[in-house]
């Protein structure tokens, strides 16, 4: 019964790359949460999506960066262009609806050169 | 909105006290609280979750509180083990996004 998956476990990216964070949730849960984790910092909602559809995207930053949970395949966090200040944890959660505890994956530890 | 807040920031005790963890939140419209362990390095391990309609969730030598009119939470972990030693996260829930205070670093020493 394997917990979230997100992959890779370390991403390094130059300046002006593109960075592209995969997460497969639980089996049977449909709702996927991005979280950002920046340093010194607490734990920030990024975006919450269901099966093909993003929900709210309300603490994504408008530019550069998007997701998407397709109907087969794991979800995609996507930062076009990194800069320093993307540096951080991503996290990953899932849980089978809205209401229930979400379950944590173990982050993209993301770093720009 | 929502800010959540966890007192103290860090702590240190010898193996086999009792300890309180303190987490305020601003906004007493919650659907649930959470209570989450972070490793270094690691993701999150769920805990606990109380709903908004309970006052106590009890897991093993764990016990979370949660008096909403007030905006307070407390993680009761007792006969503390140096396995203990991790960041604990407060996490409320307004809707569907989880709202996370700083976390407690806990240190127990043998």
């Known amino acids: 019964n394997a917990g979230v998956m997100q992959n890779p476990r370390h991403l390094v990216r130059r300046r002006g790359q593109e960075a592209r964070l995969r997460c497969s949730p639980m089996?049977?849960?449909?709702?996927v949460y991005w979280y950002r984790q920046l340093p010194e910092e607490g734990l920030k909602f990024m975006v919450y999506?269901?099966?093909?559809?993003?929900?709210?995207e309300s603490g994504m930053p408008k530019e550069r960066f998007s997701a998407e949970f397709p109907k087969e395949g794991p979800s995609i966090l996507r930062i076009q262009q990194v800069v320093r200040g993307d540096s951080a944890a991503y996290f990953c959660?899932?849980?089978?609806?809205?209401?229930?505890?979400?379950?944590f994956g173990d982050g993209t530890r993301l770093s720009i050169l | 909105k929502q800010e959540v807040t966890q007192i103290p920031a860090a702590l240190s005790v010898p193996e086999g006290e009792n300890l309180v963890l303190n987490c305020s939140f601003t906004?007493?419209?919650?659907?649930?609280l959470q209570w989450f362990r972070q490793d270094p390095g690691k993701g999150l391990t769920s805990l606990l979750l109380?709903?908004?309609?309970?006052r106590e969730q009890t897991s093993g030598r764990l016990n979370a509180s949660l008096d909403k009119s007030s905006g307070r939470s407390t993680l009761y972990i007792a006969a503390s083990q140096p396995g203990d030693s991790a960041t604990y996260l407060c996490a409320v829930n307004s809707g569907y996004a989880l709202n996370f205070g700083k976390g407690t670093s806990l240190l127990v020493t043998p």
């Open positions: 109380i709903q908004s309609s309970q």
């Open positions: 999506l269901q099966k093909e559809n993003i929900i709210d």
């Open positions: 089996k049977g849960h449909s709702h």
């Open positions: 959660a899932s849980s089978p609806d809205r209401d229930q505890p979400q379950h």
């Open positions: 906004d007493s419209a919650i659907y649930n």
